[in-house]
């Protein structure tokens, strides 16, 4: 294992786009979408054999604090950063540096989100091995970067540059800039270039750069940051004072030390039901957990209805989701389109279905 290596698992997102499974209380990442455990368990046995649990951090929400402790009974209570409420990443993983600066000021921490699946563990655990050490050695920033496999328009990239060195036997390269989510056609580009990677958002630092950087880019957050080390309980009054903008937006598309490094172990952002679909088993009308599914002239569809038959007729590209008291169905494209969904719900007062 790693010596003065921390994780911090980001788990406060919402996952309304896979409403009606996921709900304020228990998020995507708490259940099970295919047959396999919750991803947020996956992520943490992940990275057991590389960083002992006693210095793996979990952020989370007030409102899914519950369903995420008791998924992760090997993680110490102490372990659970809580925010008071949602204000995207950059506050989430500053509050995570004060806690692990507090134990350890010359630590290197690893940023993981809660709800990917990655297929070769081993993998990951040598690039971050390599990453931390080039963090060490260059006070740099590290973003994971994935090898493009198709012209994806639903994922941030980073453009490369020279290499910078090599680490832990992986060559680690300078990041010239990092890409919106491209159309289609820039998309196209991007692959064929060779040039860029998609952004993991799995990141790699010391506790000392990622301070210095809040410093220089997001003062405000800076400042009431420093007032919760002085004072952990003004953490509910400093909240709000802190920017509501991602550690992307805020830190890393404003610094100019930023290396990154090519990686293929098997990652999959799991962020609408039609991507979740890709790693469930198949059936005759597609893919899905179901207690049956019986289907004529059907295809390309994803099902989530555990222990009840589904017939699927003269339909393509469906995705159908049933729980206990909501049933969704809705073409595989308008995945968008549930948030949009779970925000009528919420202004319609039925926060029972959200």
């Known amino acids: 294992m790693s010596d003065n290596l921390y994780a911090l698992v980001l788990a406060g997102g919402r996952g309304a786009r896979f409403w009606p499974l996921s709900r304020r209380a228990r998020p995507k990442q708490c259940v099970a979408l295919g047959t396999g455990p919750a991803a947020i368990v996956s992520t943490i046995e992940r990275l057991k054999p590389l960083i002992p649990v006693a210095r793996i951090l979990v952020a989370t929400g007030r409102d899914m604090e519950s369903a995420v402790r008791s998924l992760l009974p090997d993680i110490p209570p102490e372990n659970f950063i809580v925010e008071p409420w949602g204000r995207n990443t950059a506050p989430c993983i500053g509050l995570g540096a004060v806690e ?31 990453a931390a050490a080039a963090a060490r050695a260059t006070n740099a920033f590290v973003t994971i970067g994935v090898e493009p496999v198709r012209p994806e328009t ?54 000392g750069a990622l301070k210095d950087a809040l410093r220089r880019f997001l003062p405000r957050t800076s400042e009431a940051l420093e007032r919760v080390t002085q004072n952990p309980d003004s953490l509910e009054e400093e909240w709000g004072n802190m920017d509501a903008t991602s550690i992307d937006y805020g830190v890393m598309e404003r610094s100019n030390a930023i290396l990154t490094v090519r990686c293929d172990f098997g990652w999959r952002d799991l962020g609408t039901w039609s991507s979740a679909g890709e790693t469930m088993p198949r059936n005759s009308a597609g893919r899905g957990v179901a207690g049956q599914v019986i289907s004529k002239d059907a295809s390309g569809c994803v099902i989530y209805a555990p222990g009840k038959a589904v017939a699927l007729i003269g339909v393509e590209g469906l995705v159908v989701v049933d ?23 919420e202004a319609q007062g039925q926060d029972g279905l959200t």
């Open 323 to 345: 729980t206990e008291d909501a049933l969704l169905v809705m073409q595989g494209d308008r995945s968008a389109s549930v948030g949009e969904i779970v925000r009528d719900l």
């Open 154 to 207: 639903g994922f941030g990239y980073v453009e490369v540059g020279p290499q910078m060195g090599e680490w832990g036997g992986h060559a680690f390269l300078n990041v010239n800039r990092f890409r919106e989510k491209p159309n289609i056609d820039l998309a196209r580009e991007f692959v064929s270039s060779g040039q860029h990677l998609w952004n993991a958002g799995m990141f790699v630092f010391t506790v």
């Open 100 to 130: 692990i600066g507090r134990r350890s000021p010359d630590a290197v921490m690893a940023v993981f989100p809660s709800d990917h699946q990655v297929d070769d563990g081993e993998a990951l655990r040598s690039v971050v091995r390599g």
